[in-house]
């Protein structure tokens, strides 16, 4: 896919091709929310849907379009090679021909199982905005591109981990369903959900970064469990999207267990709900190829630096910085390890075994017997 566009012709600023890529990538966007529209039942989430509305999802996607039609345009006038502009333009226009923002939606079931490709597109649209221009103007590793080998990997990852999510959603939920079958504590429920919005926002934050802490650390020592986590660690590149490079397995048997004392203490929605849209943040900024400074508050909130010595191959960085959000809790348990200033100079899992692309990693733990 990244060689089609490979045109070698330069991608500098006014060379055409910013404006073909964004092109191409908004008029694949649109092309995916003009199926969404067309059959909802079957492409999108309705748990989703409860949170949007057609009202400014109709408008968002003729933008989309129309600034895919736009930049595709842009892009074919300044560029030698018109295969980026002509893409983009052509999979707008296959947009709009089969309907594109005023596609009639018939009523669609508020529940049922659906595939969630307006989870993903939504998702994609947010993260890319924020992120790609972040590492464009501040990268901490500015020879990398957001183009960068695997890049197309990632994206798998992230497009299906975005369509199953009901299905995860759903097994997440076992662990704590089971545990609140033999441990009901109505007295101690009453209490939590009674306190106040941040300090059982603070609370959920620290129960849940432990549970990732003791989840992280036995995915690591664990030969079993490391051949699922491995695959997070495959990646020499890492970026906003790396992030997304997670076995099925590991997401799922993560987040379960995670979730199992927020549960049991029953802490209220509004809080957890809170921590769910602070960490699908917070865990692709850890990726992001970004070299802000934090001063002092280092110490207390997990930056990009501090998680990307937990991908480095270096020898005296493996099996260091489990946590997620609190990097006080590696202090607690012996397993810091922030250097002042430095960055790793190499990522990875050092060896390269294990094969690219997202078939080979969904199969490879269940193949491979070596550590
Ligand atoms: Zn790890
Ligand atoms: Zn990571």
Redesign the pocket.
């Given at each position: 896919m990244a060689g089609v566009f490979d045109d070698q012709e330069p991608a500098s600023f006014g060379s055409g091709w910013i404006s073909g890529t964004a092109s191409v990538f908004l008029g694949a966007l649109g092309l995916g929310a003009v199926a969404c529209l067309h059959l909802p039942e079957a492409l999108t989430w309705p748990e989703v849907r409860a949170i949007y509305s057609l009202w400014w999802i109709r408008p968002l996607v003729g933008t989309v379009i129309g600034a895919a039609f736009v930049l595709g345009f842009l892009s074919a006038l300044l560029r030698r090679r018109k295969v980026l502009g002509l893409t983009g333009m052509t999979l707008a226009l296959g947009a709009s021909l089969a309907g594109g923002a005023s596609v009639s939606v018939e009523g669609a079931p508020a529940s049922g199982i659906g595939l969630g490709l307006d989870w993903f597109l939504l998702n994609l649209l947010l993260l890319a905005l924020v992120f790609v221009p972040m590492e464009r103007f501040f990268p901490q590793w500015p020879a990398q591109s957001t183009f960068r080998t695997g890049w197309t990997t990632d994206l798998m990852h992230f497009l299906v981990s975005h369509l199953l999510v009901q299905l995860s959603a759903w097994l997440t939920l076992v662990p704590a369903t089971a545990a609140l079958r033999y441990a009901l504590w109505p007295d101690v429920q009453a209490v939590v959900s009674s306190l106040p919005w941040v300090v059982q926002f603070g609370a959920v934050l620290v129960l849940a970064d432990l549970g990732e802490y003791t989840m992280?650390r036995l995915?690591?020592v664990v030969p079993a469990l490391w051949r699922f986590?491995a695959i997070?660690?495959s990646s020499e590149a890492v970026d906003w999207l790396a992030g997304s490079r997670l076995h099925l397995v590991d997401v799922v048997l993560t987040r379960g267990f995670t979730f199992v004392p927020i549960a049991l203490l029953g802490f209220a929605d509004g809080p957890v709900y809170a921590y769910l849209v602070f960490v699908s943040f917070h865990a692709v900024f850890i990726h992001a190829n970004v070299r802000f400074r934090f001063g002092r508050a280092e110490q207390l909130i997990v930056t990009p630096r501090f998680h990307h010595w937990?991908h480095s191959a270096q020898p005296e960085a493996v099996d260091k910085n489990?946590a997620v959000h609190l990097p006080w809790i590696d202090r607690l348990f012996g397993t810091y390890y922030c250097p002042p200033g430095q960055w790793p100079s190499k990522y990875g899992l050092g060896r390269g075994e294990i094969p690219d692309g997202y078939w080979s990693h969904l199969t490879w733990p269940f193949r491979s017997r070596r550590r």
């Open positions: 992280h995915f690591h986590h997070h660690h937990h489990f």
